[in-house]
């Protein structure tokens, strides 16, 4: 055993041990944050770490066992299984992510109709179809025989066996599966992501002009507040840029190197290399360890249900936040100010 495999090995060790803690947190929000739980993001983000949960349960330990063997981890059952659920999960967590930005694309653009086009019956719709859409494609993966253990990705996957007479419509499948996936769930991401930054950054150039005549008016605060106030102004601009950068980025970096290397090998004369397969194969793994993170738990009020739940644990009652006594009246200010470009920002 070389570096390189011992590489692999810790690498999806550390992915799995992170994607099931990670995701068992945010179903822990759900369960304990009434708040939380009344969100319909919530239902996509509950379905996404579910997906998570079973992909580190099932198919990263094949995974781990396909690479310290080099061979098939078990019987053909178990590797119909493990493959059926590869295709049934990865599509799932893409067509989720893609719910979850045409949610927050309504919230953005559609304001004041929210609340009547999303409601909890339509996003339980709309994860249905992700349901149904995923089963489509495994059920037909497997029925057919396009499943088995692949050596180039170390994993039970879609493979086609090197005495299928059937390559052509294999290819076919294949075509069609990422074009509805991978390609699919990337335009949404970026249609819907780059409506929100353009409305975004409209609502930020109006709050400009609010902030610059409040600034004016309040002619007794120090002029390092007023800094303050025009610094916070413009980081809460490159905020919201970097947020869609990192939705539409981490997408695109765990699924595309793998997707490109799976439409690749469709053609007879490319080999793929072995370390390189598995590589893309952890690169998609990791977007199962980055979800929680980018969608969920660094948002306050998971950060909040995370909070709540440890003072339970430790047996703490959660106090109140109070305005401190010695609160200089120009940082009172400062803090209006922001206040007010938070709720029009954001």
Known sequence: MNLLDIFLESLIVVIAVVSLVANLLVLLCFT?????????????????????????????????????KHQKPFGDHFCYTVSFMDTFLTTNTMLSMAALSIDRWIAVVFPLTYSSKMRLKNAALMVSYAWLHSLAFSLTSVLLSWVDYSPAYASCTLHLREDAESRVHFMVFTAVFHACTFALSLFILCFTY???????????????????????????????????CLLEQRKRRQRATKKIGIFIGSFVLCFAPYVITRMTELSPSVKIDHYWGIMSKCLVYSKAASDPFVYSLLRQQYKKALFGVCNRILGRNTLSGHSSPSCMENECYSQRVNKLMEDNCH
Do not use: E
């Open 32 to 68: 304990c944050s009434a708040q939380v739980r009344s969100q319909v993001p919530g239902i996509f983000i509950m379905n996404l770490s579910f997906c998570n949960i079973f992909i580190a349960v099932l198919n990263m330990p094949s995974t781990l066992l396909g690479v310290v």
């Open 194 to 228: 780059l409506k929100v930054l353009q409305v975004a950054r409209f609502h930020c150039k109006r709050i400009d002009v609010i902030t610059v005549q409040t600034l004016l008016l309040l002619v007794d605060i120090h002029p390092s507040v007023k800094q303050r």
